[in-house]
C-alpha cells in the first residue's frame, strides 16, 4: 500500500491510501488490502487496476463492497483503470456511479483536492 498526503478540500492534509491490485491477484487480495487500508484509519482509498482490461465478475463485486465499506467509514473510493474497455465495464455495471473512477492515480487525487 502506498499512502500520499493529498491536501482535501474538507480535510487537511488526508491521508489517501492507494492500492494496487495486482492483475492475477484475487479479489480476496483485494478486499485484504482495502481492510488494511481502513484498518490503519484511511478513510480515502485509490484502488489502481493498472492496465487489467476485464476486472472480471469477483473483482468488480468486491470493488462494490469495497465503495460500501469505505463510505460506511466516512471515506470515498476510486479507481484507477488505464484500459477503455474496463472503464466502460465499469459505466456499463453502473459502478461508476458509487465510485470515482479515473485514468491515472492523479486524476483521481485531483478529484478530490
Keep these: ?5 493529498q491536501p482535501v478540500a474538507d480535510r487537511e492534509a488526508a491521508a489517501v491510501a492507494v492500492v494496487p491490485f495486482v492483475p492475477h491477484g484475487s ?3 483485494l478486499a485484504g488490502r482495502v481492510d488494511v487500508a481502513l484498518g490503519l484509519g484511511r478513510r480515502d482509498l485509490v484502488v489502481d487496476l493498472g ?3 476485464d476486472p472480471g465478475v469477483a473483482v468488480l463485486a468486491e470493488l462494490r463492497r469495497a465503495a460500501a465499506r469505505v463510505r460506511a467509514s466516512g471515506g470515498r473510493l476510486a479507481v484507477v483503470c488505464r484500459h477503455p474497455a474496463a472503464r466502460r465495464l465499469l ?3 453502473l459502478l461508476s456511479e458509487s465510485l470515482a473512477v ?3 492515480r492523479e486524476e483521481a487525487l485531483r478529484r478530490w483536492a
Design 102 to 104: 479515473a485514468r491515472t
Design 51 to 53: 492496465d487489467l482490461e
Design 1 to 5: 500500500m502506498i499512502v500520499v498526503r
Design 27 to 29: 479479489a480476496a487480495g
Design 91 to 93: 459505466r456499463l455495471t
